[in-house]
Each structure stands twice: as C-alpha cells, then as structure tokens.
C-alpha cells in the first residue's frame, strides 16, 4: 500500500511550532558547519596538527555516536525530547565558547582541544537521536512527513552553502578559535526557539513489564535490521557517510598542504558546490511526486557516491583544478539533498513513534560511525601514501558502492509506505517485529 497522497495546502506553514523549531535547528545547522571547518584548521593553524592528528580529530568529533547513540536512543523513547535537546544545546554552546577563552587566555593546547571536541559530540549524539523523533509530534498527520523533510533537508544544504563561506571568512579574520563563538551563539537562539514552542509533548506510556536496557536495545536493532527497507538505507547509510566524511577530510588536508589553498578558498569550493544540496532539497518534492521513489533514490545515491571521483582528477591550472573540486562537491551534495528526503521520510513513516528514539540511534551509530570512521581512515591513509593517492583510494571505493544501491530494495519502491501504527499496548515493552515495505 502506498501512503495517502501529500494534501496540496498551506501544509507547515501554518504550524507555528514547527516553524520555531525549524528556524533554530536552521541556524544551529549555519553554525554547525562553521565548526566543522574552523575546528580542524585550530588544530592546523594553531599547533600544526599532522594528518593523522587532523583525522583523530575528525573521529573524535563523531566517535561518541559509535558508542552511546544506541543507549541514549533507548532514553530518549523514555523521556520528553524537547527538554533533551534544550541540555544538549546548553552544553554544546558553553563546550564550543570554552574554546576561544581558553585560545585568549593562551591554555588551549591539542589535548584539550581533542577531549571538547569529543565531549560536544556527545552532546550532539544526545540532540540528534531527539530532534528527528520530536518532528512528529509537531507534525502530526503522517501526510506532512515529506515536507517536513524536505525543509529540514532545505536547512541542511542552506547551512551547507552559507556555512563553508562564512567559515572561511571568519577564520581568515578572526583566527580559527574567535570564529567557534559562531556557533556557539547560534545553539543559544536554538535553546530559545526550543523555549517557545508551545506544542504539548505527550509523556511516554509505561509499559505494562518493566524496562530493560539489553531488551529496548534488541528491539532498536531488530526493528530495523528485520525490515527489508530500513536495513539497506542504514547500510548503504554507513558506506555513504564513511565516503563523505573520508572524501571531505582528505580533501581538507590536500587543499591545505599541497595546494596551499586559504582559509577562504577552502571555504569558497565547499560553500559554492553545497548549492546543489540546496537545489536537491528544493526540488526535491516535485522530483517524488512526479518520479518512482525508488529511481529518484538510486540516482541520487549514485550521484553521491560517483560524485568523488573527479578530485583526483583534477589537474591543470588552478582556477581548473578549483572548478572541478566545485564540480565534484557540487554532484555530491545535490545526490544528497534528494535521497536525505526520501531517507528520512522512509524512516518515519516505517516506524511507530514508540520505536522512533531506537531506530533513531541505530541509523546514527551507522551513520555518523562509518563517519567517525571515515575520518580516521583519511588521515591514516593520506599519512601512508600520500594525499593525491589517498584521495584516489577513496574515490574508488566511493563509487563501488553504486553495486549495492542496484540491488537494494529501496530502488524498488513505487512511492512512500503507508506509516506503521502503534503496536498495542499490551505487549509490553515494545517488541521487534517488520516494518511495512
């Protein structure tokens, strides 16, 4: 069966809660990508971090999602999430201004500056398994998932284009450690905006036999890994993410070290190729209803995934060589802005909001793990044989995984699954069972 078709009116934008929490999470995006370029040059600039010191970083940034998202998954389907994530802001922005006071007060070392870094991911780890299960309860009707994705997904590349910029502005004028009060200031307007939604947020049901740690993780993973469609997109997931983040890291170190490339530069190419996330969200809507979903995903994905291999193969003078990194970047991020509106869609309607925490987490353990560890693998490897040749490895491995998208199940889809009810509250704590294809 296919889900009712989405209502052709005003929809979200007449939900002012929503709308709330979209702009904050919006800006809090902006800042994010600040962070993810001005965090590693810190360590660059500031203390000549190797590439192997740039890729610990980078994995300690996204290792905390490897080890406690599963945990905190199970918590959060336990607990209001808006109160979850005002703590989680709170932290990341005290954690994130603690790095330029310490930069003025001439403390901040490498030590110091890996363990924040792990701590905000943390933090982050604790936001994001909450944020994606609370849109539902501002959404409510099942009919409106697509475009809340498709305006959270809009955010993302938004961030993407304006955030890489004015990371490199910031850093070339500000130092590296100044511009990381960007951010900081950008979860305080997400607090705020948290603070103002007015939404009741149910209390979740007791079960009727206590909880049980080991049992609620079971039932996260059996839930998804028992479903045909929730396995292949967390595991096509883990091998994207693992490309992404492995392509991005190597790209950095390359840029910076063999090219020479500023601050600004670096900021420009990442800045400049996120506009087509930004066109892939926006269309991304009309692509669906007027597409199979299954096509639109597989070449999207594909477009992701192939979308690497032009970098090592750039060559020639450098105003060439920056416009095909764009090139490559940009064919990237527009595969991306697609398939992350039909990955999350897909993902709220295959679940019933009692499981959304756990399938939440485990989708992060896989998503941002094959990150985690994607960015290790790129300062290892650049160590090893160089950057160009690193770089080479990656693409490679990056487009062998078009394979699986051919063969996986999500490909196969005429249009989005009819959303999972609730199992019934009698069967205790809920129990792992297969979500509808």
């Not at 052709?8 to 800042?31: I, K, M, P, V």
């Not at 059996?222 to 992404?244: D, I, K, Q």
């Not at 989005?416 to 809920?430: D, K, M, N, R, T």
Request: net charge positive; charged share 10%; glycine share 8%.
């Amino acid at each position: 069966m296919t889900a009712p078709v989405e209502p052709r009116t005003n929809g979200l934008w007449r939900n002012g809660d929503f709308l709330r929490f979209w702009l904050g999470e919006t800006l809090s995006l902006l800042g994010t990508q600040v962070t993810n370029l001005a965090l590693p040059l810190t360590a660059i600039y500031a203390f000549g971090a190797t590439d192997a010191q740039v890729g610990l970083l980078r994995f300690l940034q996204l290792a905390p999602y490897l080890g406690l998202a599963l945990v905190f998954g199970v918590w959060v389907d336990r607990a209001r999430r808006r109160r979850v994530m005002l703590a989680a802001n709170l932290v990341r922005m005290v954690l994130l201004a603690l790095i330029p006071a310490l930069s003025a007060l001439h403390v901040l070392r490498m030590t110091p500056l890996l363990l924040i870094a792990c701590a905000i991911g943390v933090a982050s780890v604790l936001f994001d398994v909450s944020w994606m299960s609370y849109v539902p309860t501002l959404v409510r009707d099942p009919r409106h998932y697509v475009e809340a994705s498709a305006k959270m997904g809009i955010s993302s590349s938004a961030a993407d284009v304006a955030g890489p910029g004015l990371a490199g502005v910031l850093v070339s004028a500000l130092t590296a450690p100044v511009a990381l009060v960007v951010d900081a200031c950008s979860y305080l307007v997400s607090v705020v905006s948290l603070l103002l939604i007015r939404t009741p947020e149910p209390r979740p049901a007791r079960p009727a036999m206590p909880r049980r740690l080991g049992v609620e993780l079971r039932d996260g993973l059996a839930w998804v890994f028992r479903s045909p469609v929730l396995r292949a997109l967390a595991l096509v997931g883990f091998c994207c993410n693992f490309s992404l983040v492995t392509v991005w890291t190597m790209f950095l170190l390359y840029g910076t070290h063999d090219l020479h490339l500023p601050a600004t530069a670096l900021g420009g190419v990442f800045a400049t190729a996120s506009v087509g996330g930004l066109i892939g969200a926006t269309v991304s809507r009309r692509v669906i209803r007027r597409f199979p979903l299954g096509r639109v995903y597989l070449v999207a994905q594909s477009a992701l995934v192939l979308g690497p291999a032009l970098i090592p193969l750039a060559a020639g003078p450098r105003p060439v060589m920056v416009a095909l990194f764009v090139t490559s970047f940009f064919t990237t991020y527009l595969g991306l802005g697609v398939a992350g509106v039909i990955i999350v869609s897909l993902r709220q309607t295959s679940t019933p909001q009692s499981m959304m925490g756990r399938m939440t987490a485990v989708f992060r353990t896989l998503l941002f793990g094959g990150g985690a560890l994607g960015g290790l693998t790129a300062g290892l490897l650049s160590d090893a044989i160089g950057h160009r040749g690193a770089l080479t490895v990656a693409a490679v491995a990056s487009a062998a995984i078009v394979v699986a998208l051919l063969v996986s199940p999500v490909s196969r889809l005429r249009a989005l699954p009819e959303a999972v009810a609730e199992p019934e509250p009698a069967a205790g704590p809920v129990m792992a069972g297969a979500a509808t294809d």
